[in-house]
């Protein structure tokens, strides 16, 4: 019987052999069923390069929701763990491989229709955010939110960590486009929540459950997204200060004032990775840079940067510069989206996603440079600073005595701010496995355990995603 079975160290049950491999190319396509430990290693990490991956029983590339439905049928009657993948770019080791569990990759499932009566997509989980961006935008339609790594993700990873991105200040986040999901539970039935329609209240808000959920409640094989008519051309503009503090200060301000579209901040140490990598023109000496945008349609748009203008130079801003020519402002936003590649360059990195309400921002961004300080290691930050979704990354020499015991405490120590600030641990990048020991102490017991039995009434079996989140 399996419940005879040996248990892993993650409480399931071990697989039997390699008899169940042959069990899973009955269900697949042979040659969509991995169990080569060669084959089996690009799908093993996540960007975020978590130590702790271990190697699958198999990798299995489903191509329609029937043979997900299938494989998790067959996982859920062997007990077997099951680690939903898209794309493997997420930042929080969230789809790190499990020993002796399935990855269950979802990165042939790439179909995207475009409704534009309806002003929908919908699509599968594999299908890229680009993709979705670019079919809405033949279309005179646009899909907002938009991750930094906006061409390499999938919708089914941003579904799964309700991902967000640099025009969230304005357009908001992944979940705020869903209209509906198609999910496969943990027993391999497939249900369909929401629809269509932008009001729909009926029943418990079900879809708002698995928004978010990492894996750990079921499969997401589907989405219908919500699309808007495309914004109008945005103006540019970007402020260099003398100080992190002024910037931060700037950046409550504009707050106060008016909503653009974008305000994302860069501090010295990411600026000059970024012209170490390409040289793109920032200003080396700043201590930090602001990049906004602003779309509003007609004269608004120019009274809006004459606003943001006036806030920078009452703030100390060192220097303003404002553009509307849209290769310019792209050049911008490209600097900003290359950070963290930039930023990997110069070491080994843990990588944080930490926010607060947006006034307590300098706080915040002071408490990370007093951490950075007391442990001797460089933290530099690159923030979606309109809403206070900051991205401090720990950069460690490993070949260094005590340098990733370091970084540990310094990472522990940034996410301990944000909570003691009334902030969060992750703004975007979702729980994971990297940051799971830090969840109770932002919500606390009585939420952990409302979460916990949540988690055990859909998957009581405990085989989706195993070891992530909870």
């Not at 996982?75 to 077997?80: E, F, G, K, T």
């Not at 809405?136 to 960590?161: F, K, M, V």
């Not at 994971?432 to 830090?438: E, F, I, M, P, Y």
């Amino acid at each position: 019987m399996t419940s005879e079975r040996p248990l892993s160290p993650d409480g399931l049950p071990e697989p039997d052999g390699a008899d169940v491999l042959a069990d899973l190319a009955q269900l697949l396509a042979p040659q969509f069923v991995m169990a080569d430990p060669d084959r089996m290693a690009a799908y093993r990490h996540d960007w975020s390069k978590g130590a702790g991956a271990g190697t699958p029983l198999a990798v299995v590339r489903p191509g329609t929701v029937e043979e997900v439905q299938a494989v998790v049928r067959w996982a859920a009657q062997r007990r077997i763990g099951i680690v939903p993948r898209g794309a493997g770019s997420g930042l929080s080791g969230g789809s790190l491989a499990v020993d002796g569990a399935i990855t269950l990759s979802l990165d042939r499932m790439t179909r995207v229709e475009i409704d534009p009566a309806m002003r929908v997509a919908v699509v599968e989980p594999g299908a890229l955010n680009i993709t979705v961006k670019q079919a809405a935008r033949e279309l005179g339609l646009h899909y907002p939110p938009d991750p930094s790594s906006y061409e390499i993700c999938s919708i089914g990873g941003n579904l799964a960590t309700n991902a967000g991105g640099l025009c969230c200040v304005k357009y908001g986040v992944t979940t705020d486009y869903v209209l509906g999901l198609d999910v496969v539970l943990p027993d391999g039935t497939l249900v369909k929540l929401g629809g269509s329609t932008i009001k729909d209240v009926a029943g418990l808000s079900l879809l708002k459950l698995f928004v978010g959920s990492e894996g750990t409640l079921g499969v997401i094989v589907g989405g219908t997204l919500r699309l808007i008519p495309a914004p109008s051309p945005a103006a540019t503009l970007v402020a260099t200060f003398p100080s992190v503090a002024a910037a931060a200060n700037a950046v409550v301000a504009l707050g106060n004032r008016l909503r653009p579209s974008l305000v994302e901040f860069m501090d010295n140490y990411s600026i000059n990775a970024v012209e170490d990598v390409r040289e793109m023109g920032l200003d080396r000496d700043a201590a930090a840079l602001l990049l906004v945008q602003c779309d509003s349609p007609g004269d608004a748009r120019a009274a809006e940067v004459l606003v943001v203008e006036e806030i920078c130079q009452v703030a100390g801003a060192s220097e303003v510069f404002s553009t509307t020519d849209p290769d310019e402002g792209e050049m911008f936003l490209a600097a900003r989206r290359s950070s963290l590649p930039a930023l990997e360059c110069k070491g080994s990195m843990l990588l944080e996603d930490v926010g607060v309400p947006v006034p307590r921002l300098p706080a915040l961004l002071a408490r990370i440079e007093e951490i950075s300080l007391r442990h001797g290691l460089p933290i530099p930050v690159v923030a979606h600073a309109g809403d206070g979704n900051t991205h401090p990354n720990v950069i460690y020499d490993p070949a260094e005595p005590g340098a990733l015991e370091r970084a540990e405490a310094a990472f522990a120590d940034v996410m301990a701010a944000a909570i003691e600030l009334g902030g969060t641990i992750t703004g975007e990048h979702g729980v994971g496995r990297l940051k799971k020991a830090a969840l109770p102490a932002q919500l606390g017991p009585d939420v952990m355990d409302l979460s916990r039995r949540i988690k055990a009434a859909i998957d009581p079996l405990g085989i989706m995603n195993p070891g992530a989140v909870l």
